[in-house]
Each structure stands twice: as C-alpha cells, then as structure tokens.
C-alpha cells in the first residue's frame, strides 16, 4: 500500500492555529480550509529537516514511522515548492550517523586512492630519471632529476604524462630533456621575450641543444 504523508505548509501570511488561536504559524497543515498549528495536528514532536542533503533525507524518511513533507508558494512560479521534511528526531539522528560513517568511508577510500596514485607518480618519475640518465649518461644528476619530475608532473599534460612517456619511449623521452635544454641552456626564452617568433628561435638555438646533447650522450 502506498503511503501518503501530510503536507506541510510554511505560510507567507501571518495566520493563526483554528482551535487553540496560536500564532503567528511557523508552519501548518490545512484543514477544511483553517490552518491547524503542528501540536494540534500532532505534529509537533517531529523536527525539520531541510532539503538539499539526499541520502540524509532518505535514511531518515525510511527510519521515521511518521514523517511530513514541507512545503512552500512561490508567487513568481505560482506552485508550492519542497522546502524539506518533518521527521522524528530519533530517526534523524540514526540517519546522521550512517550518512557520517558513509563520509569517513569515503574519505578513507579517497586517502587510499591519493596515496596509490602518488606511489605511481613517483614510480614514473623515477623510471623516467632512470631512463634519462641511460640515454644521457653524462646528464647531471640533479639535472635528470628536475627533467623527470617537471615531465611527470600530473595534470601537465607534459611528455612524462602521455602514454609514450609513461612507456619509456626513447623519443618522448629525448624530447623532454631537449625542451629542458632549451629553456634552461639556451638563449631560447630571452628570444621570445624580444618579440622574436616561436619557429625563428627554435631555429636558432637548435645548434645549441644538439650541443648539450651531444654531450650528455657520452659516458
């Protein structure tokens, strides 16, 4: 059988409960057109809870033998609106704890996630290091260091992040120390700040990266 809950109505208007004349109403049901306070209505026991939390208002509507639903007009739309639930406080509290130890689960599972994806950034970047440091046996070792870890860098978009990067490719690896030459080596920046295009100044420091290159390559 499907239930139907009362309907609560937070007024826009001050008004008054029709059998015991209290007021001003902060919420009430109707009945045969008169508003009736919540105490009247044998509703006042319960507690509000606002809408906006979705698993909280579920548990606690499923954990509450009675339960109303908060609603109010809206002049502009012309409907009445959800504004939320009245529920017993029992059952509100109950819902709280498990949407509480949901939270912590979830934090826990994000915690571990962070730390297996921080284990594989450093694993890549060592990986990478490594395999810089074979192909350019005479890089500095602090240098090779830098290189890695500004090419796997997460969320870079950088060679070290691609899957050739992550591959080892000897190419996406040669390319990412070559563009650390070139902005670290070479008069490759100072160029651009002067106005100097892109292609231009990639042109004429090539000599100098195949250089450093050059020499890096030997053991």
């Not at 339960?67 to 639930?85: F, M, P, S």
């Not at 934090?107 to 921080?118: C, N, P, T």
């Not at 990067?165 to 002067?194: C, F, K, N, P, W």
Request: net charge positive; glycine share 4%.
């Amino acid at each position: 059988m499907d239930l139907v809950a009362p309907v609560v109505v937070e007024p826009l208007k001050r008004r008054r409960c029709s059998e015991c004349r209290q007021g001003p109403l902060e919420r009430m049901i109707v009945e045969f057109n008169a508003p009736v306070c919540l105490d009247c209505a044998d509703l006042g026991h319960l507690v509000f809870l606002r809408r906006g939390n979705t698993a909280l208002t579920r548990r606690a509507r499923e954990a509450s033998s009675l339960w109303a639903v908060v609603v109010r007009h809206n002049r502009r739309r012309t409907r009445y609106e959800r504004q939320g639930l009245l529920v017993e406080e029992a059952a509100l509290a109950r819902a709280e704890t498990a949407c509480l130890a949901d939270a912590e689960a979830r934090a826990r599972r994000r915690a571990r996630d962070a730390a297996r994806r921080a284990e594989r950034d450093v694993e890549v970047t060592a990986a990478l290091e490594a395999e810089i440091l074979r192909l350019f046996p005479s890089c500095p070792a602090d240098r090779a260091a830098d290189i890695a870890a500004h090419a796997a860098q997460k969320g870079s978009g950088r060679v070290g992040r691609t899957a050739a990067g992550r591959a080892l490719d000897r190419g996406a690896v040669t390319a990412a120390v070559r563009a650390a030459v070139r902005h670290i080596d070479t008069e490759y920046d100072s160029l651009l700040m002067r106005g100097v295009p892109r292609h231009q100044a990639r042109t004429r420091v090539a000599p100098a990266i195949e250089a450093v290159l050059r020499a890096w390559r030997r053991a």
